[in-house]
């Protein structure tokens, strides 16, 4: 037995702090378990009263002459912690804390939180919250309500994990409005013990569940692990699909994050990654989180992009052809054949190329005869129905045939009967038997959309990794000495120095201290060079005019190191200046940028964009976390939007992407093996056309203890 | 009375066409306007009955004895057209036909749809449709449910114009659904006669309305008209706000629009001119259509953009904040005082800065007292309420209070009453006193966002023009020669002509048939020059490498001479070759590319965008229509994401973007004086630093007859 079993499916429930006072959450909660119809056998405790809901009251748990499978406890944080251990010495499998006042408001409340949570990894039991709305299960098998929700939903194959309370309650009513069904509904809270993978890892073994809807505001656990395991969960020919919403998008939402849990929010263009990452579909808002889970559920996913519209008015095909196409999807191109039979069926005003109008006087027998047609083209991969109320309309025949249809067919079906109460015996019908069904176009087309998607996750071809070998042996020496000496900035001739341990391509570069030096340095490496300022305590070169670029002569690089030494002087008067870089010219190629910057909580990301202006004012970037590798690299590069320029324009050359997505690989390799690293830029390095390579025109790297 | 009364308020309607039978369209739109219980009188026409539902009919409209304001039709194309002869004697002044098989099928139906409309031009009639669902007036005065839907809305302020009949019946289901009322409500079909902007101007001097949503699958009129007078209604101190869908935005959706409304549809990007120059916010879904259409109806705006969040639950909490930020809004910070006071009612616990967290356990008077509170700081602008069914939670009393402080304040104040059945109730107080309230936060917030916008459209700074003169007479002559000759690509030398007459500044260039000549020109001009061939036949240059940058002696200017020539012969060697254009260097500046182009449907646009692979890749570009003026420039140039560039990054001077702004009107003079102009590219202009005004490097022209 799982040990989340005991919280999900428990045969024995204690309610310790129960209360006989209606309205309290030490009263509702046992009421809403009582009223729910729960399988199993329920136990008050309360050392103050006889009875609850005429139920006998015990005086304490360990008062329970049975065994105890879970033990819900509504208790202030030191009453609660008391009753932990008493949980503990009655041997209980799994507890969930209801009560606030933990983490979340500091001092006390925290350090209570962090008794408990030792405690329990102790004594090896499961805990739910603190600060959570509880756990529901609506499985006929357990029928289980503990939730200050007396809301009990109907039974379904998708499960929820909510970190907010607040949002359940709104979210249990919505869906009860819906007719949406769940597996397992559970709320966290501060996730002192059980969290979103312990969960994930529970739902993916459940058979009852097959999508999973989470509302996270923090992951509070290593990103590398939480990624690892959950991408194999989306994966595969028996995917679990993952749709979440995260809210702390925002600079101010982050903030409110924060001062509302009590946690480390990282940043959004991290999340973004992990979710990218593990094959989660973020979602914008709960109503697409609604949309999504009812498309997953129906288990059907398309195996192309290209759909078929049936409609029986125009300007809605005309809405859903949109949205399909900003989705990803393509209208189908019918054969021959389809036309033909669909000629049989539809009035000649009808039309019968794709998006189909079967016309505003279409009843039930010409969306049956349509829909069978077109689902039995082979160009088609899935159809969006289309249903407006109008004079002749048959809501429920047409319902009732899509439902027979759907039965025999593996593509998926996705509605949408617009309008509320004239469509709404078809709209139950369909929702009875898992037909995703919608009030608008664009969100069955959305839905739609987002079922591709999940289906080109879970089917992604993954190629062999890079057989990468790096001198990490040379690349510490370095890193030692700086750290030995305090020094924390490595220039660029460290710098790149590390970079060649780790495949890098760099160019000629030596120091010098005076304009002769300069000149004899820049004869012997030959022309075009580049100069540029070395001092620990100018680290924005180009700020402070310390770079120039494209020096063709001696008599130029004379001039250049006068000009560089005066502005550098009147940047920064206290500079110490160790000399001039004299670097050979970058050979072409296209400028990006890659970087590592490390985030307190989820350690190491890399960075890879465009360079210049793509960077700063586009903000075309994008991160990644571990587990790094081929196949994360290679979506990384082509998640960008300036993707098609490394891919060449206009019959230009491709760029040399696969040496790109190999220095990727090694940059996160790099920060494995050498965690001091706080902070590391190649700005730009120039990617040669393919095969020939890519060079660091200039690296920063900053170090921490 | 204008024209449109007899349409909205008629005082007799003939319903002509009417059919005994139910289901049929003649039944039910009959049984409709008297079942809505309309104010005004009612006569049946059909000359095969002897009532419809106990009424009594008439066998043509003729035959009625009474003066008949409305006639609705509902008669195939050949017996419609009858029947409007018959109307035109009678003498009516306005008429609806509801039946299809006109423009939307072509033919016969197209040709007799041309007749009507010209038969009520003559006759001054203004006619609605064919092929809509009707017309629907829910003012108790009127009671008008001249519609095929059966369900009659409840009346309010916010008034429809849709082009899809289908679209309204589900529109009007969703609305009862909301208790969403509306002013006016119409389907406007094939507009062959009363059109989007006709309605427009009657709903801008309708009492009864402040607010239009359009459905539109196209513009079938002139968008210069279109633009110009929307502009000035939903501008100023009393403005109409005008919310609208468009559908057709995709390629795929474009196609299918045009097949169904039988209309040309414009590019989408065009659309986009048009809704953004009008003032006209675009919405992308019909639930977002509702969501600011609620917002808007309130009639209060925002004068700020900082808002309070006041929450009982943390999560949607943030969600709110996200959103908030996305949408254009800012928390407001709190003053001391206002801190002060909230501290004096609000439990320790909660939090007192923005967003208010007033807690879970709160009931009504928490919020009243913190609303109050935070309406009272003079750094509020608006308030977001979410209010999450809890425990304690007093769902109807919080809308009580909220109901009462709106009445004395006029900030708006949005709600989010998270969840359906339990907040229903204070859902339905909210809406009866026109509290615009919303399931979820994320939809309040952006419908807050969308208030701030329109209010910042509507008080917009109007800057007095530019006062521009033009060579129209020089430049008309070099048209007029080419298009004498037959040539329709003007090149860069006679381009420049033109815009030098419309005060571009253009660079020295000249033609050369040989080496030699090349020599001579360049060392006259003095270097670095650029090498361009010239050919009619070769329009774009750069992809036949036939444009060399950067020479800088006349060694250079020889070798670049014959690789030109060589590479233009390899690139088409048919190609007539009159020379190669010896042209100075540009001076530095930002690279932009202005044009113009000609769509069939609204004439000239002119187009903007940051030059190279910003517009390739990231598609950073504006269009523009007429009316074209400073400000239209000017928020036409802000538009764009890369306007930071032009603006100077990182303490760089700022690009003259005065002068851009001139240019742009300037184009958009020359294609209203030379309408022949098909295309023309600048590309690039270089924009210098401020004062320093922009260089055109490249420019083509094409003509058309």
């Given amino acids: 037995m799982d040990r989340l079993d005991a919280i999900f499916a428990p045969e024995t429930i204690a309610v310790i702090g129960v209360s006989t006072q209606k309205g309290k959450v030490g009263h509702d909660i046992f009421a809403n378990i009582l009223s729910g119809g729960y399988t199993g056998t329920l136990y008050p405790v309360n050392p103050n009263a006889k009875s609850v809901s005429s139920v006998k009251c015990y005086a304490s748990i360990t008062a329970i002459p049975d065994p105890i499978d879970l033990a819900m406890i509504i208790l202030p944080p030191k009453a609660a912690l008391h009753a932990v251990e008493d949980c503990i010495a009655k041997g209980v499998k799994g507890m969930v804390i209801v009560s606030a006042g933990f983490k979340e408001v500091g001092g006390e409340g925290a350090k209570i939180e962090k008794e408990i949570k030792a405690l329990c990894e102790t004594a090896k039991i499961r805990l739910v919250g603190p600060n959570c709305l509880g756990v529901i299960n609506p499985s006929p098998k357990v029928s289980l309500n503990a939730s200050f929700s007396a809301r009990m939903p ?3 194959n998708v499960s929820f994990i909510s970190q907010s309370g607040a949002l359940c309650t709104a979210v249990l009513d919505y869906a009860a409005d819906k007719g949406f069904g769940f597996s397992k509904f559970i709320s966290i809270g501060n996730k002192a013990d059980v969290d979103e993978l312990d969960l994930l890892r529970y739902y993916y073994n459940d058979p009852d569940t097959d999508v999973v809807m989470i509302y996270m505001e923090e992951l509070s656990r290593g990103a590398e692990e939480f990624i690892s395991e959950v991408r194999e969960m989306t994966s595969g020919t028996n995917p679990t699909h993952v749709i979440a919403i995260k809210s702390g998008s925002s600079t101010a939402g982050a903030k409110a994050a924060a001062s509302h849990t009590g946690a480390l929010a990282g940043s959004d263009a991290l999340y973004d990654a992990i979710f990218t990452m593990s094959g989660i579909l973020r979602c914008v808002s709960v109503n697409q989180l609604f949309d999504y889970a009812q498309a997953f559920a129906a288990n059907k996913y398309p195996t192309g992009d290209k759909i078929a519209i049936i409609t029986n008015a125009g300007g809605p095909g005309i809405i859903a052809t949109d949205m399909s196409e900003q989705s990803g999807l393509k209208l189908a191109q019918f054969s021959e054949e389809t036309i033909k039979e669909l000629k049989k069926y539809l ?12 016309i505003g006087d279409a009843a039930k027998d010409r969306y049956e005869n349509t829909l069978a047609t077109v689902l039995g083209d082979r160009s088609v991969d899935a159809v969006l129905i289309i249903l407006t109320p109008q004079s002749m309309t048959d809501a429920i025949g047409t319902a009732e045939a899509i439902v027979n249809i759907a039965r025999n067919t593996l593509k998926p079906i996705v509605c949408a009967f617009m309008g509320v109460v004239d469509v709404s015996d078809g709209v139950k019908l369909l929702q009875k038997h898992k037909i995703p069904v919608y009030q608008f176009p664009e969100s069955a087309a959305r839905s739609l959309g987002a079922l591709r998607e999940g289906m080109k996750w879970a089917s992604r071809k993954i190629l062999p990794q890079f057989n990468l070998t790096y001198d990490t042996a040379t690349a510490k020496k370095i890193i030692d000495q700086y750290l030995k000496e305090g020094r924390m900035v490595l220039g660029e001739l460290d710098g790149n120095k590390i970079l060649q341990c780790y495949g890098f391509n760099t160019l000629p570069m030596e120091l010098s201290k005076n304009k002769t030096e300069a000149c004899k340095i820049a004869d012997q490496m030959g022309y075009p060079v580049v100069m540029k300022i070395v001092s620990p305590d100018i680290l924005h070169k180009t700020d402070a005019g310390g770079v120039m670029v494209g020096l063709e002569d ?13 502005k550098a002087k009147a940047y920064n008067p206290d500079a110490h200046i160790e000399g001039i870089l004299i670097q050979k010219l970058a050979p072409k190629g296209k400028e990006v940028i890659l970087g590592l910057s490390k985030d307190p909580v989820f350690g190491h990301a890399v960075m890879f964009g465009l360079g210049g202006i793509f960077v700063e004012v586009y903000k075309d970037v994008a991160f990644r976390l571990s587990p790094m590798g081929r196949n994360v690299a290679r979506r990384m590069v082509k998640s960008v939007k300036g993707y098609p320029i490394l891919k060449g324009l206009r019959g230009e ?9 190999k220095h990727i690989v090694s940059l996160k390799a790099m920060a494995d093996n050498h965690p001091m690293i706080k902070e590391l830029d190649i700005n730009p390095l120039f990617v040669h056309e393919e095969g020939e390579g890519a060079t660091v025109a200039d690296i920063l790297i900053q170090l921490e203890n």
């Fill in 653 to 661: 050359k491709a760029s040399d992407i696969e040496t790109l997505e």
């Fill in 154 to 156: 109907a039974p379904g």
């Fill in 347 to 358: 009035p000649p005003t009808a039309n019968f190329y794709n998006p189909v109008d079967v």
């Fill in 554 to 566: 001696s008599k130029g690089v004379e001039q250049a190191f006068e000009t560089i030494m005066e």
